[in-house]
């Protein structure tokens, strides 16, 4: 998809990840805050090359660059991706960790619980905005957490599963408690499939470039 770029829509009714998350919440994050960074972005790479670029190639164009007006497209770009990327990151129900995702968890965190509780460590030490990302890099699983709109798909790492932390997120729901929010959204929305989905497209990469 190059510019315009638009909304993608939402996996799911606003009200599927409720009580986790409410209706309300996913209403304004999704209605105002993702649409208006999709607005934002289409405004300024209007009549630049990036408005002939794929989101992931604007991203990776602008990721570092000092122009003020490069910032704000990475920064408007990144959180387009970082929100659709979020929305599927979570599940309206439980699923399963399995397969070829459970042995990478186990093999590189021990268990679920562990990595669990490490995505939460990182979101809860995560100064400010920002994401927590579940990442396989080098053929390992890590989790990392970014500030602002950065995301590891920016510098070519495959991202497997995000959590949003900026405020807007959880304030409506948890006030100052992103602890809590994070607790509940990782014991109960995960949406391991789409993580196990992104797994496999990179054995697919690895596997095309070596053939
Ligand atoms: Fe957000």
């Known amino acids: 998809m190059t510019g315009p770029f638009t909304l993608s829509p939402l996996p799911y009714d606003a009200d599927a990840l409720e009580p986790v998350i409410s209706a309300k919440t996913v209403g304004f994050h999704y209605h105002k805050h993702h649409q208006t960074y999709v607005d934002t972005l289409n405004k300024l790479v209007a009549g630049t090359r990036y408005a002939d670029m794929k989101l992931e190639e604007v991203i990776q164009a602008t990721l570092g660059k000092e122009a003020d007006k490069e910032k704000k497209i990475f920064n408007n770009a990144a959180q387009v991706w970082n929100h659709d990327f979020y929305w599927n990151s979570l599940a309206t129900g ?45 053929g390992r699983l ?62 697919h990469v690895v596997r095309a470039a070596a053939e």
């Open 94 to 138: 439980p699923t399963i960790l399995s397969g070829k995702l459970k042995e990478a968890v186990e093999r590189d965190f021990g268990d679920a619980k562990s990595l669990i509780k490490e995505l939460a460590a990182a979101g809860k030490e995560q100064f400010g905005s920002g994401w927590v990302w579940l990442v396989s890099k080098g």
């Open 142 to 203: 890590a989790v990392e957490k970014t500030a602002n709109a950065v995301d590891p798909m920016a510098k070519g790492t495959n991202c497997l599963i995000t959590v949003d932390v900026w405020e807007h997120a959880y304030y409506l729901d948890y006030q100052n408690e992103r602890p809590k929010y994070l607790e509940e959204v990782l014991a109960k929305l995960l949406n391991w499939d789409f993580a196990a989905e992104n797994l496999d497209k990179e054995d």
